[in-house]
């Protein structure tokens, strides 16, 4: 079955710092999201993304993160200036319609652990 | 909003036995999906079954089925023939068909499945 791919596994960053998160949807899908999960929290809805442009975004998703889909085959999350509270897993996901009609294929996540 | 509420934080059962995680949610809307996914240690997030709010018939997939009742908000999984590979968290999950890019997740259920 074709993969959702995340890199890095693991991101290790100072306070402050920028870092960005790489993911590579399935190609033939068209809906594209991130998801963060707090260690032994729920999973948290960051942002969708489709036809070049945010649908949606949650109150989490503030000015310090972005997202970009640079080249048709790659999309990135961007945090601007990491804060404590940025340590969790994120996890990025595709799917070839919007979320509410099909289910979701997920990476196997980036864990961030900001310093 | 809708929240997605799983009240069972940990669950265990024999191997072999059946076992029921429950899941409430709370929409004013009437048009809607919900899911289950499975985390295993890996982290990995994986899709169990899906429920289509306007279908009165109960998903099934293999060992897996859901009871759904719709006028309850309630929609619990239950797990046939419970294997090892079954321990993981599980998180009952909700998106709107209106504008459904962003997916509501619970807080999880823990499984054990003892040998």
């Known amino acids: 079955e074709p993969e959702v791919t995340q890199t890095p596994s693991h991101q290790v960053t100072q306070m402050g710092q920028e870092v960005i998160l790489r993911c590579v949807p399935i190609s033939n899908h068209l809906y594209f999201y991130w998801y963060r999960q707090i260690l032994g929290q729920k999973v948290e809805f960051l942002v969708s993304?489709?036809?070049?442009?945010?649908?949606?975004k949650s109150e989490i998703f503030d000015d310090q993160f972005s997202v970009e889909r640079p080249d048709g085959s790659n999309f990135t999350l961007k945090i601007r200036s990491t804060k404590l509270e940025d340590s969790a897993m994120y996890f990025c996901?595709?799917?070839?319609?919007?979320?509410?009609?099909?289910?979701?294929?997920f990476g196997s996540g980036t864990q961030l652990s900001v310093l | 909003a809708q929240t997605v509420t799983q009240s069972q934080p940990e669950m265990s059962v024999q191997e072999a036995e059946t076992v029921t995680l429950s899941c409430t949610y709370d929409?004013?809307?009437?048009?809607?999906?919900l899911f289950w996914y499975k985390q295993p240690p890996s982290r990995q997030m994986i899709l169990v079954i899906r429920q289509e709010a306007y279908k009165q018939q109960n998903a099934t997939e293999n060992r897996f089925s859901v009871n759904f009742q719709k006028a309850a908000k309630s929609f619990s999984l239950k797990i046939s023939d419970s294997q090892l590979g079954d321990t993981a968290m599980y998180f009952c999950a909700f998106t709107l068909n209106t504008g459904g890019f962003k997916t509501i997740f619970g807080a999880g259920t823990r499984l054990f499945v003892k040998a």
């Open positions: 993304f489709y036809n070049n442009e945010i649908s949606e």
């Open positions: 996901a595709s799917s070839v319609q919007i979320a509410s009609r099909e289910k979701l294929f």
């Open positions: 929409t004013s809307e009437n048009n809607y999906y």
